[in-house]
């Protein structure tokens, strides 16, 4: 809700306009030993600072309601106001201006930023008597009235009531927002046609302060009306000139936290704006021991004892804050900044610049030496961590582009010219392999054994990774090199258990069905080594599995004998061949995908070409699936004898 108040500039327009009138009210009905004594003006550059040129304009405009209701003349009033609008403006130029350290919002976070504040209230100030001297000057008579400006100090004892004031509502106002967390003026980029280096208004200011200093004397030259409204003139147009002069300010720290730092000189301004309550009346009866002071106005002591008060008040403040930012908030700054930069940017090297800065922390027994060493084991740590998995990732992506290698060498060994294969043939066949791994232990082949007959296998090798790819490329080639040289699957298959059974040292083995099919006649011969039993489709009917007693799967036992079955296609007939990563697909809340799911989805798409078949099915496995991880290969292979 306040956030969106006060970035609504009406609501910032009447927000300074109504304290000022109450508080422009209250003051000037009060019985403070006459008008020097104005506490509501110290708002003036308080509310630049904090809202920005709608704070200004809300100031002035309740500043010369109040004057001219109350008995000033328009003119009168019409200037003071002018005067304190620009004074206003100009304080909220400064803080964006001077070149300090860190280029933030009005906080009391840091010693920089108090000493920047009282340093823009002080110049503030300044600019404020330079322009009541310079309008007093040209325009006695008018404004007399108003001000009763009866001598030079009494005129001074205005810029001490100012800055006074300013310094006391800046620490309430500031300290407050930020505590409330209620957002401050961020000036925008504002720049005009001029652009006057603002170093070239020191001439028109050391003109001025001439003015000030030497125009009290009856026989200068300053005294003289001509000389008043020229100095008039270069006193106004140099602060209007100022103000509306580029104001570029660049990226601003606009941070809502409300710092540790903040919080304790909070506490201690406080402190000593108690302190200085009970003092109050000693330090002016110092004041008023002096003897040459019996010449001074009250009200002009009166502003100065305020003065001095708040000048020891600033003093003890910054003194305990530089102890403060020395011992605490300094170090806990670089501990966050060196925890940030390892988080965002992982710079371990702010490490030793850190460490050299807090080597004096690191010798002590105190709290914040046991954090900063704490700190530092902790980045030693880091490091080395750090160091440890910089090498495991160097080696996981090495071994990540070996596993892709062989993945591609992988299935690069596995035929898919399935058209070329089969073209002017009367079979055609189609098959797809997916590894739940980089690489798997399945594998599918299909060759020409002589004229007339072809060779078609699946196979799945036990265990996963990189020993189940090698013994599946092992297996793959003998059973190719075998059935070149030997009509009977089932002696193919003796002798590639045997090989397959020597230097088996990972007792691992394979699950395989090969099919020989005669293109001529349809005769299908086949063994099963303890696979999955196929399906096969007859004379345009439904799928149904072809169960047969499977043997003993390959690499187990020397010596093992094999059967070889036959079958006979007729044209239009086909086989469905995969391996154990079909069925027993899992799927968290359902089981398995399982052998009745598999044959009715087969039958679904039966009238499907063979690659559409493979791809519905597919796809209803994922499906079935859903988020589950693939846990096992996927093989399938779909052969359809067409007859001559």
Known sequence: MLDKLFKNKIFIFIFTFAIEFVMYYTFNHMNFGGRFFIPDMGLAPVFGLIFGPFGSLGFACATFVGEFYWGGNLFASSLDSSILFLVSIVAYKLWYLLPFKDLSLPKFNSLSNIFKFVT???ISSLVYLVLLQISFAAFPEIIGDLYSLTSFMNQFSYAFNLFDFSIIYGLIFISVFNIFKIPLKIPAKFKTKLNIPYKFFLVPLA????????????NDIFTESIWSYLFFIIAFGSVILFNLNTFDVGDIQ???YYSILEKIIVLFLVIMIFFSIGVFYEVLEIILGFSFVNKFNLKFLLMITIGLIIVLIMILTLIHIYFVEKLLTNPLKMLTEATNSYVSEGKLEYHKHVTFRLKNFMKSEDDMSVLVNSFNSLTDIIKTNLNSLKKSTIEKERFETEFNIAHDIQRGMLSSDFEEFSSKNPFAIYA??????EVGGDFYDYFWVDDENIIFVVGDVSGKGVPAALFMVRTMHLIKNHSKFDNNLSDVYEQVNNLACERNT????????????NIKSGELSFVNAGHNHPLIRRNGGDFEYLETSPDLVLGVMEGMPYTENKVNLNPGDMVFLYTDGVTEANNN?????????????LNNYKDQKLNIIISKLTEDIYQYCGT????DDLTMLIMKFDGD
């Open 120 to 122: 823009v209230m002080f």
């Open 207 to 218: 003109l001025l302060i001439a003015f000030i200093v030497f125009g009290h004397s009856d």
């Open 254 to 256: 606009s941070s809502r």
């Open 432 to 437: 797809f392999m997916n590894p739940a791994r």
């Open 506 to 517: 990972d007792n691992l083995f394979v699950t395989s069905w090969i099919g020989k099919l």
């Open 589 to 601: 809340y359902e089981g398995f995908y399982g052998e009745d799911r598999l044959e009715n989805t």
């Open 628 to 631: 589950k991880e693939q846990f």
